[in-house]
Structure formats: structure tokens, C-alpha cells
């Protein structure tokens, strides 16, 4: 007898395993109404009515911050939306939803400096080496003469160091902030002449 409830459980459990795998969590409906309460308690209530669990990094997300939601019969995907003001995303997985946030604006964060390397015909020169030795970056240049760097806004005192055989080697210094830049490279020895 006890073998034959033992087998109905382990089917039910594989039953509902596969009905967990195929139903869409974000999608399941719930019911929130908070006032001032903290993001891991709403979660942890999510799990509760929708039956499956969050995983996130908490280094990334947090949970102590107090927020107000009210909402009836609403997907979880939309609750997450709106608790997280859409700076996360959201991916099933099984049993559980991982929550990731997205990266802050890029242009609140970083800054980019392209440019052009020509020689004085204006052809363009590639395989340039641009080189920001104070941030520790490096580029090439692309056939069309093209090079682009990404810097972030904490990159300070930024001097570019180009480098191209049978050309005169030339250093820029650039202030931080979206910039393009034309070069215009000389020929000549790299070693001094006798």
C-alpha cells in the first residue's frame, strides 16, 4: 500500500514538474498592495502566490529600498515593471525568474572619441596603433583610417599615442567628453637620422 501512494506522489510531482516547466511565470496573475515596504518583502510575497521563486543578485538589486504598488489581477512581468521602474530584466527559467538590471545609461557613464588617420594626401591609414597609455587602451585602426575608444567618465587625462611604421609618431591630448578626431600623419624615420 505504501508503495502504491509512494508511486501516485512521484507522479503527481513529476505531473506538476512538467506543468511548472511549461507555464509561462511571468505571465501568472497576481494581487499587490503595499504601502512603504521593501522590495524583498514584495518579492518574497510574488513567490508566495505565483508558486515559483526569484533569483537575483543582491549586490545588484536592492532589497531594502521601500516602495507603494497596488494593482488587481496583474501579470508578474507587469509588477516587475512597475517595481523596478523597467531598470531590470526578467527570464524564466524552470521554476524560477532571475532578475537582472540593466546598465545605467551609457551616456551618463561613459563618453566615446572617435577619429580619422590620414597621411597628408588624406588617403586614409590603417593598422594605426592608438594608444592611451594613463587608462591603459588601445586600437587600431580599420582600412577606411576609422578608430574608436570608449572611455568612462571617471577616465581622466587622456593622451593618445599614434604609432605607424614609416610615419612620424604623433601624441594628442584629449579632454574627456563625445569627441571625433582627424589626424593628419606624417611621413619620416622613426630613428633619429645620423
Known amino acids: 500500500m505504501k508503495i502504491k501512494y509512494f508511486i501516485l506522489f512521484f507522479l503527481s510531482f513529476l505531473f506538476l514538474s512538467q506543468v511548472a ?17 521593501t522590495i524583498g518583502e514584495i518579492l518574497h510575497d510574488i513567490e508566495k502566490q505565483g508558486n515559483f521563486f526569484f533569483a537575483y543578485n543582491p549586490d545588484n538589486i ?43 545609461s551609457e551616456a551618463k557613464n561613459s563618453f566615446q572619441i572617435t577619429g580619422y588617420i590620414a597621411n597628408s594626401s588624406d588617403a586614409p591609414l590603417d593598422s594605426a596603433i592608438v594608444y592611451d597609455p594613463e587608462n591603459q587602451k588601445l586600437v587600431i585602426s580599420q582600412k577606411d583610417g576609422s578608430f574608436a575608444f570608449d572611455f568612462d567618465t571617471n577616465d581622466k587625462n587622456i593622451s593618445l599615442f ?7 609618431d604623433t601624441v594628442i591630448y ?19 637620422s645620423p
Open 162 to 168: 599614434v604609432r605607424l611604421r614609416s610615419y612620424k
Open 62 to 104: 536592492d532589497e531594502t529600498k521601500t516602495v507603494s504598488l497596488s494593482a488587481r489581477d496583474i501579470k508578474v512581468r507587469d509588477a516587475l515593471k512597475e517595481l523596478f521602474q523597467h531598470e531590470a530584466t526578467f527570464q524564466q527559467v524552470e521554476n524560477h525568474i532571475i532578475i537582472n538590471s540593466t546598465p545605467k
Open 174 to 192: 584629449v579632454t574627456p567628453g563625445n569627441q571625433r578626431i582627424d589626424l593628419s600623419c606624417a611621413r619620416g624615420n622613426l630613428l633619429p
Open 21 to 37: 516547466k511549461t507555464q509561462n511565470l511571468l505571465n501568472i496573475r497576481i494581487n499587490i498592495n503595499v504601502q512603504h515596504t
